[in-house]
T-cell receptor
Framework: AQSVTQLGSHVSVSEGALVLLRCNYS??????LFWYVQYPNQGLQLLLK??????LVKGINGFEAEFKKSETSFHLTKPSAHMSDAAEYFC??????????FGKGTHLIIQP | EADIYQTPRYLVIGTGKKITLECSQT?????MYWYQQDPGMELHLIHY???????EKGDLSSESTVSRIRTEHFPLTLESARPSHTSQYLC?????????????FGPGTRLTVL
């Protein structure tokens, strides 16, 4: 069975500062890992995904994430936060043919 | 941008009503999913389908039912809505059963049962 833990339900950073959103996973099989972003009253949009091709994954909007098997982590980062990055971010894992298992989400707040 | 649509976007109804939430995709994807998302919470898989005439229950038990008569259409039905069904329902689709395939999400239907 798969599970995802996102540390911090709310993260607040200043505009221009580093964004770090934490995700740890548990999976009984080699995992596929995903980060999605959800803006208010919208569906989820894929930011990036890990497919075992490379441990450092680059996504859209300047985000990237690094897969660390030894730490069972897949943290999301962005060097410089923009106001438009304010949203809900979900980490998810898929270990089989079924749907995704999601974390509880992290609400990212950008302070001017 | 994903071509997956959900209607209605918002629905407020009374207890006991039968409702159908519509989901359609124009990408020709075989696999489709329904997730339930309570406010401020994670998404839980409630139904999925491998293709036409295939429906499976997800990780979270749900009183809703689904059907898959056409590849592009995956409606969700509640025969008798209750306040406990108040939630957001998100539909998604993906190309195949491969684990790394991206799931594309619709905008969601926010359901309120009074």
């Amino acid at each position: 069975a798969q599970s995802v833990t996102q540390l911090g339900s709310h993260v607040s950073v200043s505009e221009g500062a580093l964004v770090l959103l934490r995700c740890n996973y548990s999976s009984s099989v080699p995992p596929y890992l995903f980060w999605y972003v959800q803006y208010p009253n919208q569906g989820l949009q894929l930011l990036l995904k890990y497919t075992s091709a490379a441990t450092l994954v680059k996504g859209i909007n300047g985000f990237e994430a690094e897969f660390k098997k030894s730490e069972t982590s897949f943290h999301l980062t962005k060097p410089s936060a923009h106001m438009s990055d304010a949203a809900e971010y979900f980490c998810a894992v898929r270990g089989g043919a079924d749907g995704l298992t999601f974390g509880k989400g992290t609400h990212l707040i950008i302070q001017p | 941008e994903a071509d997956i649509y959900q209607t209605p976007r918002y629905l407020v109804i009374g207890t006991g009503k039968k409702i159908t939430l519509e989901c359609s995709q124009t990408m020709g994807h075989d696999k489709m999913y329904w997730y339930q998302q309570d406010p401020g919470m994670e998404l839980h898989l409630i139904h999925y389908s491998y293709g036409v005439n295939s429906t499976e229950k997800g990780d979270l038990s749900s009183e809703s039912t689904v059907s898959r008569i056409r590849t592009e259409h995956f409606p969700l039905t509640l025969e008798s809505a209750r306040p406990s069904h108040t939630s957001q329902y998100l539909c998604a689709s993906s190309r195949a059963t491969a684990g790394a395939d991206t799931q594309y999400f619709g905008p969601g239907t926010r359901l309120t049962v009074l």
